[in-house]
């Protein structure tokens, strides 16, 4: 192996966790999330001499990782029926309080549109700005500000006992 894999199978191994995160965000499912992450590795690798040397391998993974979910969304194919409830879970210790956040955060966000979801992670999970967002699915600034904003009302009311969850938490994790 050449150091370029080396330095690939160390990006991988140092960022897949992070990149896993978010995909699961934006698709709401674990496989998906673990497909969409692995297409994304798939395409960075074959770039891979080029983002080695600029730096810029893990914003070039997220970014393919955000176009191969939207190109999946612009598809027809057959609906998936999730789950009501997530089993639990968690370890020895009593996480409860996080747990039963996360599920209500999860299945609010199961409720929203492909593109509503899109918005809200990349906004406010992933912290991107209106623009990075706009250019990261193809779309106006206005398209961004204005799913976020329906994003946001439908949020408020399908799971009103997120209202608090900044003040309660401080931040989501």
Known sequence: MGAADDDFDSFVRTRTHALLRSAYLLTGDQQLAEDLVQ?????????????ADTGNAEAYARRTMYHLQVSWWRRRRVAEVMPEVMPDR???DDHA??????LVMRAALLRLSARQRAVLVLRFFEDC????????LGVTVGTVKSQTAKALARLRAIAPELADVETRNGALS
Do not use: F, I, N, Y
């Open 90 to 92: 968690s370890g020895g």
């Open 97 to 102: 309080g996080a747990v039963s956040l996360r």
């Open 129 to 136: 700005t209106e623009r990075e967002v706009a250019d990261l």
């Open 39 to 51: 297409s994304a590795l798939t395409r960075t690798h074959q770039s891979w001499k080029r983002l």
